[in-house]
């Protein structure tokens, strides 16, 4: 099987910043959910989704940053403390490849999400890159700063970002 050619996709993957909601953001479901129905399609052998998630340092404390989950049961292991949110994010796209039969594998890495997503695509050497981005106008951009636009220029690999629609855009777009 690896001497065929399987397409490798990163997605960065983030929660939602939408307090009480340790889900992914709606931007991460978005690229997500393009990737499966554009790229994808039918062909769950011939690709390989590859989840990263950032943290910030001290978000929530996770220790175990190298773990690499690939399947539902590699978080049962787990003990009921360690899951904190960035695990559910990850376990919620392993959980749907493995609904669909597609290979992939997820993991976390902390600090500064530009910085870290592009260096994760140097070392893993992915196919494609597809990130999230809210559609943030000219102002927001300016505080938010968008991981998107830094990936775009800076990462090793060709890049794909996927807008919000506008019916899934919160009341406040930096909401995600």
């Given at each position: 099987?690896?001497?065929?050619?399987?397409?490798?996709?990163?997605?960065?993957?983030?929660e939602s910043t939408i307090?009480?909601?340790?889900?992914?953001?709606?931007?991460?479901?978005?690229?997500?959910?393009?990737?499966?129905?554009?790229?994808?399609?039918?062909?769950?052998?011939?690709?390989?989704?590859?989840?990263?998630?950032?943290?910030?340092?001290?978000?929530?404390?996770?220790?175990?940053?190298?773990?690499?989950?690939?399947?539902?049961?590699?978080?049962?292991?787990?003990?009921?403390?360690?899951?904190?949110?960035?695990?559910?994010?990850?376990?919620?796209?392993?959980?749907?490849?493995?609904?669909?039969?597609?290979?992939?594998?997820?993991?976390?890495?902390?600090?500064?999400?530009?910085?870290?997503?592009?260096?994760?695509?140097?070392?893993?050497?992915?196919?494609?890159?597809?990130?999230?981005?809210?559609?943030?106008?000219?102002?927001?951009?300016?505080?938010?700063?968008?991981?998107?636009?830094?990936?775009?220029?800076?990462?090793?690999?060709?890049?794909?970002?996927?807008?919000?629609?506008?019916?899934?855009?919160?009341?406040?777009?930096?909401?995600?």
């Amino acid at each position: 099987m690896e001497g065929e050619a399987i397409t490798r996709i990163m997605v960065g993957v983030n929660e939602s910043t939408i307090k009480g909601y340790p889900h992914a953001s709606i931007s991460s479901k978005g690229a997500f959910e393009w990737t499966l129905k554009k790229i994808v399609r039918n062909n769950t052998p011939g690709f390989k989704l590859l989840f990263l998630h950032v943290q910030v340092p001290d978000e929530d404390g996770f220790e175990d940053m190298d773990s690499i989950f690939a399947s539902p049961e590699d978080f049962k292991v787990l003990k009921h403390r360690d899951k904190i949110r960035g695990l559910h994010l990850l376990e919620y796209f392993v959980n749907r490849c493995h609904e669909i039969g597609v290979p992939c594998e997820a993991w976390i890495k902390q600090g500064d999400p530009k910085e870290v997503v592009c260096h994760e695509v140097k070392r893993v050497q992915p196919d494609l890159l597809v990130v999230g981005c809210r559609g943030l106008g000219p102002f927001q951009r300016v505080f938010v700063g968008t991981v998107s636009e830094f990936c775009v220029k800076h990462a090793e690999c060709p890049v794909v970002t996927i807008k919000r629609s506008a019916a899934e855009t919160p009341q406040d777009p930096i909401d995600d």
